[in-house]
């Protein structure tokens, strides 16, 4: 765990300006400081939740949390930043929660929200709207699909716990005040998240590695190539897609490299003008499919050797707001 990027746990590199009283002309250091902790909030509560719609939603609320209390009240407060984690961590552990009994009722498979690289992010958006700087998601290990897709097995307990000690270095001391546990029973959580992890992930794959695959994946689908596609496949790979309920839903996984093969091909068919494109995904080499320039599907990989071992795919348009236009390449 200790090759994470470090990063990730620092505040944002952007400071909103904020003044002290209208047309004063000053800034108030304790306002920018309070602000400046945007990313940081950001940054947790995506690796928390899975979405980037429900991180932000819970980071307004803890600011509006925040502002509810009296300058005097504020003033008290020792630490700030420690004090706007504390909150969001509960408010996410809240959410995540709710949120097991909101995904049993899901139409399909629930994938959580693949970004963009920052670059792309930005320019990603069909409204014209610029993203703050603060918005971005630092990508690193604790953000891949494989990664996120195994929190997802976790208790909400486990998440938190092993997501503030690991990824954000707070010790066991201040995860209890958060979870509202013991440090040693936040330990045992933390150590079970790992286990999990540790049985779940497949040996890394070397960057360079992973892009020539996802290359030559991209050749052979292009090319309907289906016995290309099952080379590059691994005998028991399975994809799982993410529709939101849209009509055209992959309602349960796909299994084993001919048949992963013969769907992508069929898909293809099915779907007129689809470009399929190279793009980062969660950090990590991945493809997009456009239809008149639009991104209509993301898709995510995990190498295991040289071969595909699993494909997530989202199609649902609640989680493509990063990648609704993105520039051909």
Same mark, same amino acid.
């Given at each position: 765990?200790?090759?994470?990027?470090?990063?990730?746990?620092?505040?944002? /590199?952007?400071?909103? #300006?904020?003044?002290?009283?209208?047309?004063?002309?000053?800034?108030?250091?304790?306002?920018?400081?309070?602000?400046g902790?945007?990313?940081?909030?950001?940054?947790?509560?995506?690796?928390?939740? =899975?979405?980037?719609?429900?991180?932000?939603?819970?980071?307004?609320?803890?600011?509006?949390?925040?502002?509810?209390?009296?300058?005097?009240?504020?003033?008290?407060?020792?630490s700030?930043?420690?004090w706007?984690?504390?909150?969001?961590?509960?408010?996410?552990?809240?959410?995540?929660?709710?949120?097991?009994?909101?995904?049993?009722?899901?139409?399909?498979?629930?994938?959580? *929200?693949?970004?963009?690289?920052?670059?792309?992010?930005?320019?990603?958006?069909?409204?014209?709207?610029?993203?703050?700087?603060?918005?971005r998601?630092?990508? /690193? *290990?604790?953000?891949n699909?494989?990664?996120?897709?195994?929190?997802?097995?976790?208790?909400?307990?486990?998440?938190?716990?092993?997501?503030?000690?690991?990824?954000?270095?707070?010790?066991?001391?201040?995860?209890?005040? &958060?979870? =509202?546990r013991?440090?040693?029973?936040?330990?045992?959580?933390?150590?079970?998240?790992?286990?999990?992890?540790?049985?779940?992930?497949?040996?890394?794959?070397?960057?360079?590695?992973?892009?020539?695959?996802?290359?030559?994946?991209k050749?052979?689908? *292009?090319?309907?190539?289906?016995?290309?596609? &099952?080379?590059?496949?691994?005998p028991?790979?399975?994809v799982?897609?993410?529709?939101?309920?849209?009509?055209?839903?992959?309602l349960?996984?796909?299994? =084993?490299?001919?048949? &992963?093969?013969?769907?992508?091909?069929?898909?293809?068919?099915?779907?007129?003008?689809?470009? &399929?494109?190279?793009?980062?995904?969660?950090?990590?080499?991945?493809?997009?499919?456009?239809?008149?320039?639009? #991104?209509?599907?993301?898709?995510?990989? *995990?190498?295991?050797? /040289?071969?595909?071992?699993?494909?997530? =795919?989202?199609?649902?348009?609640?989680?493509?707001?990063?990648?609704?236009?993105?520039?051909?390449?």
């Amino acid at each position: 765990m200790s090759n994470w990027k470090e990063d990730a746990t620092k505040g944002a /590199d952007d400071i909103m #300006t904020i003044q002290s009283e209208p047309g004063g002309g000053r800034l108030d250091p304790g306002l920018a400081a309070i602000m400046g902790e945007r990313r940081q909030l950001i940054n947790l509560a995506y690796r928390l939740l =899975g979405s980037l719609a429900d991180a932000e939603d819970v980071v307004q609320e803890t600011y509006a949390r925040w502002y509810a209390m009296s300058r005097q009240q504020q003033d008290a407060i020792e630490s700030p930043g420690a004090w706007l984690t504390k909150v969001a961590s509960r408010i996410c552990l809240n959410v995540l929660s709710s949120a097991r009994a909101r995904r049993e009722t899901y139409v399909g498979e629930w994938i959580p *929200e693949p970004l963009p690289e920052p670059t792309e992010w930005i320019s990603g958006r069909s409204d014209g709207v610029t993203v703050d700087p603060a918005d971005r998601v630092t990508l /690193d *290990e604790s953000v891949n699909m494989a990664f996120l897709v195994v929190l997802e097995s976790m208790t909400p307990a486990e998440r938190v716990a092993f997501i503030l000690h690991d990824v954000f270095r707070y010790s066991f001391t201040e995860v209890a005040e &958060i979870v =509202g546990r013991t440090p040693a029973a936040c330990r045992q959580l933390a150590s079970s998240a790992r286990r999990r992890i540790r049985a779940a992930q497949a040996p890394a794959t070397p960057a360079a590695r992973q892009a020539r695959l996802i290359r030559d994946f991209k050749q052979a689908w *292009e090319a309907k190539d289906i016995d290309a596609l &099952i080379g590059l496949l691994d005998p028991d790979a399975t994809v799982i897609a993410d529709s939101g309920g849209l009509a055209s839903a992959v309602l349960h996984p796909i299994e =084993g490299a001919e048949q &992963i093969a013969r769907s992508l091909v069929n898909l293809t068919g099915r779907l007129r003008d689809l470009t &399929i494109l190279e793009r980062t995904v969660n950090g990590q080499p991945g493809l997009i499919a456009q239809q008149d320039g639009v #991104t209509v599907t993301v898709y995510a990989f *995990e190498v295991a050797g /040289d071969r595909v071992k699993h494909i997530w =795919g989202v199609r649902n348009p609640g989680k493509l707001r990063s990648w609704a236009v993105s520039p051909e390449r």
